[in-house]
């Protein structure tokens, strides 16, 4: 019998919340774009041998997207097929083979460097808009949804077309989606209020805030998987 550090899990899907719970991923944040963690290295040679370690440990579970730079690794965990977006079971056991390729080689967790963005635009007549940018950016439809786009190389921030009942002529019509760890989320929002930002509306925190700069362009900060 296996224990449950070393058991393949199935690729039944799941929301952010059981991934957090779940043991063994206390390294890992959910953000806009999958379940994520940055490993601090400070070099590139060391940060190519993480790498290794992480394709060695995963080897016939998956493939993650990783991101080295010469101060650390940033692996992103996410099923990005044509039915499904989004996390499964099976990321729980990648992301705790992961980090214990990390731990062996002293690359120390940083959960709260972690951070995606996403850009939203408002639109009246979505789907002519959505055709439009698909074209400029290269990007394709994301699995199962007709308003959002991503980069097949899943590389570039991802876009979502949010659908407008009326003209909104006063207000900007495209911003920012910044999505960070649910527990630095509420310090994120201090520290932009504090360098000037407005708060339009907190009415669906702690998972979403609404900002606007000095000049009223607005901008949201977005957590998945807080416990409640």
Known sequence: MTDDHSQVSSDSTIRPLAFHAAPGTEDWRVLGEGACAFFRTGSFADGARLVAAIAAAVEGLGSPDVDVRPEGVTVRLIAAGEEYYGLTERHIELARRI??????????????????????????????????????????????????????????????????????????????????????????????????????????????????????????????????
């Open 99 to 228: 980090s214990a390729a990390a731990r062996a080689l002293g690359a120390a967790a940083e959960p709260h460097a972690l951070q995606t963005v996403q850009v939203t635009v408002d639109a009246l007549e979505r789907p002519a808009v959505v055709a439009f940018w698909r074209a400029l950016l290269g990007y394709r439809d994301r699995a199962g949804s007709p308003e959002d786009l991503i980069d097949p190389a899943r590389r570039g921030a991802p876009f979502y077309f949010q659908q407008m009942d009326e003209p909104r002529p006063q207000r900007n019509r495209v911003h920012v989606d910044v999505w960070v760890p649910h527990d630095v989320a509420a310090q994120r929002v201090a520290a932009a209020l504090a360098a000037g930002g407005r708060l339009v509306t907190d009415a669906d925190a702690p998972t979403l805030w609404v900002l606007a700069d000095p000049e009223g362009n607005e901008a949201c900060v977005g957590a998945a998987g807080a416990p409640s």
